[in-house]
């Protein structure tokens, strides 16, 4: 079992910059790749990006590409999503996961285990 707890969302303008964290419980934080979703309302929950274990290989969507960077420190049990150059089309609630298998990584179904989400709000 794995306990994920997020923070750092907020109410910005359009351009400015927010830093996402997700800290993780248990011992094997390591072993999993770890992912952000992203879910508005009446919209399907949607890949943002992934890191995996060893934190050097990333993948992201095409909507957040040279926008945002994932990372992590795992020595600290936690992923990081820095945004950059928000816009309002990144309004929703934010997720991270964690997928202890390695497959299929952009697939919300392939993560085993869920934070709350915190709410990112961009205003025009």
């Known amino acids: 079992q794995v306990q994920l707890v997020e923070s750092g969302g907020g109410l910005v303008q359009a351009g400015d910059s927010l830093r996402l964290s997700c800290v993780a419980s248990?011992?094997?934080?390591?072993?999993?790749?770890m992912g952000w979703f992203r879910q508005a309302p009446g919209k399907e929950r949607e890949f943002v990006a992934v890191?995996?274990?060893?934190?050097?290989?990333?993948y992201y969507a095409d909507s957040v590409k040279g926008r945002f960077a994932i990372s992590r420190d795992n020595a600290k049990n936690t992923v990081y999503l820095q945004m950059n150059s928000l816009k309002p089309e990144d309004t929703a609630v934010y997720y991270c996961a964690a997928n202890p298998s390695g497959w299929d990584l952009t697939l919300p179904r392939a993560y085993d285990y869920w934070g709350q989400g915190t709410q990112v709000t961009v205003s025009a």
């Open positions: 890191i995996r274990q060893g934190g050097s290989s990333t």
């Open positions: 248990g011992r094997t934080f390591s072993s999993y790749a």
